[in-house]
């Protein structure tokens, strides 16, 4: 069992920057964050394995950046250029088989999930 905390939500205004920070209690070889719009279902913003390069959606590509520090299992997410579609509860997530890829922001049953940090972008 993994336990994660996520930190760094608020509100901004369209246009600004949010960091989010996720702090994992042991390792798994891929981390990402997960984020679901009010009434929407989940979807994937990033994920990065250990070594390589970052994976992000397209909806969040050239905005968002993702930074990982393997010895002290943290993940980061930097927003910026933020949009009020941006809004979202945001998780962070870790997984560790590359067969998860495709179901680990749909499920808790192929990844571990923090309980999720509150972003809001007024227009």
């Known amino acids: 069992q993994v336990q994660l905390m996520e930190s760094g939500g608020g509100s901004v205004q369209a246009g600004g920057s949010l960091r989010l920070s996720c702090a994992a209690s042991?390792?798994?070889?891929?981390m990402g964050w997960v984020r679901q719009p009010p009434g929407k279902e989940r979807a994937w913003v990033a994920y990065t394995g250990s070594a390589g390069s970052p994976l992000y959606a397209d909806s969040v590509k050239g905005r968002f950046t993702v930074s990982r520090d393997n010895a002290k299992s943290t993940l980061a997410l930097q927003m910026n250029s933020l949009k009020p579609e941006d809004t979202a509860m945001y998780y962070c997530a870790v997984f560790s088989s590359p067969s998860a890829v495709e179901c680990w922001y749909k499920s808790p049953d192929c990844a571990f999930w923090g309980q999720g940090t509150q972003v809001t972008v007024s227009s």
């Open positions: 042991g390792y798994l070889y891929y």
